[in-house]
T-cell receptor
Framework: AQSVTQPDIHITVSEGASLELRCNYSYGATPYLFWYVQSPGQGLQLLLKYFSGDTLVQGIKGFEAEFKRSQSSFNLRKPSVHWSDAAEYFCAVDHTGGFKTIFGAGTRLFVKA | KAGVTQTPRYLIKTRGQQVTLSCSPISGHRSVSWYQQTPGQGLQFLFEYFSETQRNKGNFPGRFSGRQFSNSRSEMNVSTLELGDSALYLC?????????FGSGTRLTVV
């Protein structure tokens, strides 16, 4: 069965510092992968997605993610974090049978001044 | 264009009651999915509808049900509410791959 693991429950970075959020997936074939962000009390917003092709994908708000098949990873990165990036981030994979997406447990990002 | 609209935003119900939540997807999106989000369990898939047909269902008891109308609007119903049903219920619509989420309905069962 497909699964998504986000090893870090929470991460704290200084404003202006770089960020990398980890995501590992379990999937038999080439997966459809996503990163979403959720601000408190709100729904999730799609940051970026990977289906095929170039393994480095660009998203909104200056985020990017790299797909590494050999490591079953899809890590999210941002070169310089802003205080407004503080939120919870979810990695997700589409289910093989289709028609649903499986989410990781999320990583809460704290940004310190 | 308008986003995914969920109503109501907040709801307080008593154990044993039933509740209906509504979701209006983005125009042109025919797939609507529902998720339950709790601090302990995270995001749990409830069901997905496409053109009024349920194509997938999560591992929830039969008290949880849903439907989709011809205009793609969707409702979910929870009968005989339990305290453990307190959660943020999120609706998401999709045209292809990737969701657009609504802001959710915060259900509190007392």
């Amino acid at each position: 069965a497909q699964s998504v693991t986000q090893p870090d429950i929470h991460i704290t970075v200084s404003e202006g510092a770089s960020l990398e959020l980890r995501c590992n997936y379990s999937y038999g074939a080439t997966p459809y992968l996503f990163w979403y962000v959720q601000s408190p009390g709100q729904g999730l917003q799609l940051l970026l997605k990977y289906f095929s092709g170039d393994t480095l994908v660009q998203g909104i708000k200056g985020f990017e993610a790299e797909f590494k098949r050999s490591q079953s990873s899809f890590n999210l990165r941002k070169p310089s974090v802003h205080w407004s990036d503080a939120a919870e981030y979810f990695c997700a994979v589409d289910h093989t049978g289709g028609f649903k997406t499986i989410f990781g447990a999320g990583t809460r990002l704290f940004v310190k001044a | 264009k308008a986003g995914v609209t969920q109503t109501p935003r907040y709801l307080i119900k008593t154990r044993g009651q039933q509740v209906t939540l509504s979701c209006s997807p983005i125009s042109g999106h025919r797939s609507v999915s529902w998720y339950q989000q709790t601090p302990g369990q995270g995001l749990q898939f409830l069901f997905e509808y496409f053109s009024e047909t349920q194509r997938n269902k999560g591992n929830f008891p039969g008290r949880f049900s849903g439907r989709q109308f011809s205009n793609s609007r969707s409702e979910m119903n929870v009968s005989t509410l339990e305290l453990g049903d307190s959660a943020l219920y999120l609706c998401a619509s999709s045209y292809d791959r990737g969701y657009t989420f609504g802001s959710g309905t915060r259900l509190t069962v007392v």
